[in-house]
């Protein structure tokens, strides 16, 4: 089975400053993982995605995360929070057991609060 | 751009009603999904299709069917709707391979009184 887990319901951070979001995964063999975020009244929007290579992976919006195979986490990054990030954050990993499609396990989001 | 669509923004039911849930995507995308998302749970996998008639059981199918007629088009049944079914239906579609990102739907908050 695979699982993720976003250890913080919320994270408050001050504009400017740097922030982070946690995410750690279980899988079988290689992982694949993603972040989404989640604006008020919208559906969730792809963020960034690590499937090999380069442990530091950048995406939209000036967001990134770094792979740690040894730790298995997966934490997305910022280096200037803006009030504008606030949204709520999910971490996912590809369903490699599974045949069929491309299926995500979820983890329980993490709301992002940045304030002025 | 990519676009899912899903028919309600919000619907309303009673205990024991049947309900339809649609959603069209217009990317011509093999696989489409349908989640329910609930505070604190994260999104949950109820069903998903890779072609046409082809479905699968997600991680929470109980109480739910599903029906694929035409590739753009990926509908959710709840046979008798139930309290407990009240939550935020998101659609999600992606092209093949285990690399593909997943395209939502706006989702529909779902309330059954």
């Known amino acids: 089975a695979q699982s993720v887990a976003q250890p913080e319901d919320q994270v408050n951070v001050a504009e400017g400053n740097p922030l982070t979001v946690k995410c750690t995964y279980s899988?079988?063999?290689?992982?694949?993982l993603f972040w989404y975020v989640q604006y008020p009244n919208r559906g969730l929007q792809f963020l960034l995605k690590y499937i090999t290579g380069d442990n530091l992976v950048k995406g939209s919006y000036g967001f990134e995360a770094e792979f740690n195979k040894s730790q298995t986490s997966f934490h997305l990054k910022k280096p200037s929070a803006l009030v504008s990030d606030s949204a709520l954050y999910f971490c996912?990993?590809?369903?490699?057991?599974?045949?069929?499609?491309?299926?995500?396990?979820f983890g329980g989001g993490t709301r992002l609060m940045v304030k002025p | 751009d990519v676009k899912v669509t899903q028919s309600s923004r919000y619907l309303v039911k009673r205990t024991g009603e049947k309900v339809f849930l649609e959603c069209v995507q217009d990317?011509?995308?093999?696989?489409m999904f349908w989640y329910r998302q609930d505070p604190g749970l994260g999104l949950r996998l109820i069903y998903f299709?890779?072609?046409?008639?082809?479905?699968e059981k997600g991680d929470i199918p109980e109480g739910y069917s599903v029906s694929r007629e035409k590739k753009e088009r990926f509908s959710l049944i709840l046979e008798s709707a139930s309290t407990n079914q009240t939550s935020m239906y998101l659609c999600a579609s992606s092209g093949q391979g285990g690399q593909e990102k997943l395209f939502f739907g706006s989702g529909t908050q779902l309330s059954v009184l």
């Open positions: 990317m011509d995308h093999e696989n």
């Open positions: 899988v079988s063999g290689n992982p694949y």
């Open positions: 996912a990993v590809r369903d490699i057991l599974r045949n069929a499609g491309n299926m995500l396990t």
């Open positions: 299709s890779y072609d046409v008639k082809m479905k």
